[in-house]
């Protein structure tokens, strides 16, 4: 907590703020149970410069923004312990006051020494069924284990999720939820985990379908348990790595269920399996109510995932240029994708053959950045006698590429090109 909102007066800090305390963690998302709400968080704002407002006025619920901290103010309850066992975990429901004494009547110290996330009740998560989904973020990001218990009321939510039995909570916080446990070390491992209690049945039915859709040739895994190492794999060797590309990584695959087939030769094929996926990671991040600009570049990454590698310079120099706009994390998603697959079609050579063809690409996408066009739109138009429309861009982009593979270096050259482009096409400035 910044130095400048200080500790309410008779307030208790209560939730993930203690838990992670005591983990020697640093927090900055505070709650508070205090006597007046409103007060307590107006005092605050004050005092931090930050901003109060009503959070939830039916309940009392306030909170403050200052900064990078958020702290939010409940009502503090007559009987603490009551107001702590309608908490969600164990390990959440440790009350402690701004002297550092704790109230842990559920014993979530202990715990947390085991390394265990236990709930609270066993009504914990129909109160609040996003609570399923928070055991997994939580066994992710602080490396925790469900108890046996916990592990068969998930499971049971899961199930009544799945069904209708239980409310949906709104998908902007199942995304948050999700988005916390993808940014952790422990993704891959979580996310087989909501598979396996069926939870993945439920948020990510695209992603759930992978399982047990065998793939042969270069994979020695199902699709889904390829798709989960590849985001391990690139959680490990990428852990700078955003949301964006670690999402993308994980549907990259998404669309091999329904494109699934045999050739002639006996061997499985999933042609067009990249725009079948792209359609789907939109309409999964679209249902999750992730950010616009985040969603375009998961469907982007996931269209392009398949595109084969350049075998020579021109060529490397041509795939930057198309996809500059998606690289450097176009590159992340395909070795994270290739060193998942280890099938029988997978041999040292065609590892080294792909490690070349990366090291070209990634050569040339460290040269500096390409210089203004040679040609603009006005000059094309007098070039060509061309109005403004479509006909200018498509001059625009032909001559651009060919800058970027070194086909013409000079506007001369450019103009040139020019000409015997719309020359080809019957255009009538291509006789000039």
Same mark, same amino acid.
């Given at each position: 907590?910044?130095?400048?909102?200080?500790? *309410?007066?008779?307030?208790?800090?209560?939730?993930?703020?203690?838990?992670?305390?005591?983990?020697?963690?640093?927090?900055?998302?505070?709650?508070?149970?205090?006597?007046?709400?409103?007060?307590?968080?107006?005092?605050?704002?004050?005092?931090?410069?930050?901003?109060?407002?009503?959070?939830?006025?039916?309940?009392?619920?306030? $909170?403050?923004?200052?900064?990078?901290?958020?702290?939010?103010?409940?009502?503090?309850?007559?009987?603490?312990?009551?107001?702590?066992?309608?908490?969600?975990?164990?390990?959440?429901?440790?009350?402690?006051?701004?002297?550092?004494?704790?109230?842990?009547?559920?014993?979530?110290?202990?715990? =947390?020494?085991?390394?265990?996330?236990? =709930?609270?009740?066993?009504?914990?998560?129909?109160?609040? *069924?996003?609570?399923?989904? $928070?055991?997994?973020?939580?066994?992710?990001?602080?490396?925790?284990?469900?108890?046996?218990?916990?592990?068969?009321?998930?499971?049971?939510?899961?199930?009544?999720?799945?069904?209708?039995?239980?409310?949906?909570?709104?998908?902007?916080?199942?995304?948050?939820?999700?988005?916390?446990?993808?940014?952790?070390?422990?993704?891959?491992?979580?996310?087989?985990?909501?598979?396996?209690?069926?939870?993945?049945?439920?948020?990510?039915?695209?992603?759930? #379908?992978?399982?047990?859709?065998?793939?042969?040739?270069?994979?020695?895994?199902?699709?889904?348990?390829?798709?989960?190492?590849?985001?391990?794999?690139?959680?490990?060797?990428?852990?700078?790595?955003?949301?964006?590309?670690?999402?993308?990584?994980?549907?990259?695959?998404?669309?091999? @269920?329904?494109?699934?087939?045999?050739?002639?030769?006996? $061997?499985?094929?999933?042609?067009?399996?990249?725009?079948?996926?792209?359609?789907?990671?939109?309409?999964?991040?679209?249902?999750?109510?992730?950010?616009?600009?985040?969603?375009?570049?998961?469907?982007?990454?996931?269209?392009?995932?398949?595109?084969?590698?350049?075998?020579?310079?021109?060529?490397?120099?041509?795939?930057?240029?198309?996809?500059?706009?998606?690289?450097?994390?176009? =590159?992340?998603?395909?070795?994270?994708?290739?060193?998942?697959?280890?099938?029988?079609?997978?041999?040292?050579?065609?590892?080294?053959?792909?490690?070349?063809?990366?090291?070209?690409?990634?050569?040339?996408?460290?040269?500096?950045? @390409?210089? *203004?066009?040679?040609?603009?739109?006005?000059?094309?138009?007098?070039?060509?006698?061309?109005?403004?429309?479509?006909?200018?861009?498509?001059?625009?982009?032909?001559?651009?590429?060919?800058?970027?593979?070194?086909?013409?270096?000079?506007?001369?050259?450019?103009?040139?090109?020019?000409?015997?482009?719309?020359?080809?096409?019957?255009?009538?400035?291509?006789? #000039?």
């Amino acid at each position: 907590m910044p130095q400048c909102m200080p500790a *309410p007066e008779g307030g208790l800090l209560v939730g993930g703020a203690v838990r992670d305390a005591l983990l020697g963690r640093a927090t900055r998302d505070l709650d508070w149970l205090v006597p007046d709400p409103e007060a307590a968080a107006r005092r605050a704002a004050a005092a931090s410069g930050g901003s109060a407002f009503a959070l939830d006025p039916a309940r009392g619920l306030w $909170r403050v923004v200052s900064g990078d901290y958020t702290a939010d103010f409940a009502p503090r309850p007559e009987r603490l312990e009551a107001g702590l066992r309608g908490r969600d975990f164990t390990v959440n429901a440790i009350a402690a006051d701004p002297d550092g004494r704790l109230f842990d009547p559920l014993r979530g110290r202990d715990d =947390l020494r085991a390394r265990r996330l236990r =709930l609270v009740s066993a009504g914990a998560l129909v109160d609040d *069924p996003l609570r399923a989904v $928070r055991a997994l973020r939580l066994a992710a990001t602080h490396g925790l284990a469900l108890t046996a218990a916990t592990r068969d009321a998930v499971a049971a939510a899961a199930d009544a999720l799945a069904a209708g039995r239980l409310p949906s909570p709104a998908w902007e916080r199942v995304r948050e939820e999700l988005d916390l446990l993808m940014a952790s070390t422990g993704a891959g491992a979580a996310l087989f985990d909501a598979h396996t209690l069926g939870l993945l049945r439920w948020m990510l039915p695209e992603l759930d #379908a992978c399982a047990d859709v065998p793939q042969g040739g270069f994979h020695h895994l199902d699709v889904l348990r390829h798709s989960l190492e590849a985001l391990q794999r690139l959680v490990t060797g990428f852990p700078e790595a955003d949301l964006a590309l670690r999402w993308a990584t994980l549907l990259h695959d998404v669309g091999k @269920p329904d494109t699934r087939g045999l050739g002639e030769d006996g $061997r499985v094929h999933f042609y067009g399996h990249a725009g079948r996926g792209e359609a789907l990671a939109e309409a999964a991040l679209t249902r999750l109510r992730a950010p616009r600009a985040r969603t375009r570049r998961v469907a982007a990454l996931v269209r392009y995932h398949m595109l084969e590698l350049p075998r020579g310079e021109r060529a490397a120099r041509r795939f930057v240029h198309r996809r500059r706009e998606l690289l450097p994390d176009l =590159l992340e998603l395909m070795i994270a994708d290739r060193e998942a697959a280890r099938g029988p079609l997978s041999s040292e050579a065609t590892r080294n053959a792909y490690r070349m063809a990366l090291a070209r690409v990634i050569a040339i996408l460290e040269r500096p950045p @390409p210089q *203004p066009p040679l040609l603009d739109g006005e000059a094309v138009m007098a070039l060509l006698g061309l109005p403004q429309g479509p006909r200018v861009g498509e001059v625009l982009r032909l001559v651009r590429e060919a800058a970027a593979v070194g086909d013409v270096s000079s506007p001369e050259e450019a103009a040139a090109l020019a000409r015997r482009y719309a020359r080809a096409q019957g255009w009538p400035g291509g006789a #000039a």
